[in-house]
């Protein structure tokens, strides 16, 4: 059975770090794109970054380039998202996603959501002013 556990969130001030994680159990998707994405309350879920393989092309929302950083550790079955410089908009909760098609390093990772077969069950970011 497939599972991703994020973890990491928590409450902290505008400007800030944090750093999710999310350990994969299962199955290796070391070929596969992973991704995060976020719902802040009453919106829609919205894509935050990706990387296709722990070698491969990333792909970050405009409004978190530059602070945010995607990385992969296939070694730990492992995805992780550093934060820096958080906003009050960053507030929402964080889902690990992962793909189950295999993709050679050079191609993007995906942004569509219905690109994901699988999720976890998301971890709580909140921002303060």
């Known amino acids: 059975q497939v599972q991703l556990v994020e973890s990491g969130g928590g409450l902290v001030q505008a400007g800030d770090s944090l750093r999710l994680s999310c350990v994969v159990s299962g199955r290796s998707f070391s070929s596969s794109p992973m991704a995060w994405f976020r719902q802040a309350p009453e919106k829609e879920r919205e894509f935050v970054a990706a990387?296709?393989?722990?070698?491969?092309?990333?792909d970050y929302a405009d409004a978190v380039k530059g602070r945010f950083t995607i990385a992969r550790d296939n070694a730990k079955n492992t995805m992780y998202l550093q934060m820096n410089n958080l906003k009050p908009e960053d507030t929402g909760v964080y889902y690990c996603?992962?793909?189950?098609?295999?993709?050679?390093?050079?191609?993007?990772?995906?942004?569509?959501?219905?690109?994901?077969?699988?999720w976890g069950q998301g971890t709580q970011v909140t921002v303060s002013s």
């Open positions: 990387a296709n393989r722990a070698d491969g092309a990333t």
């Open positions: 996603a992962a793909d189950r098609l295999i993709y050679a390093a050079k191609f993007p990772p995906p942004r569509a959501e219905n690109r994901y077969t699988y």
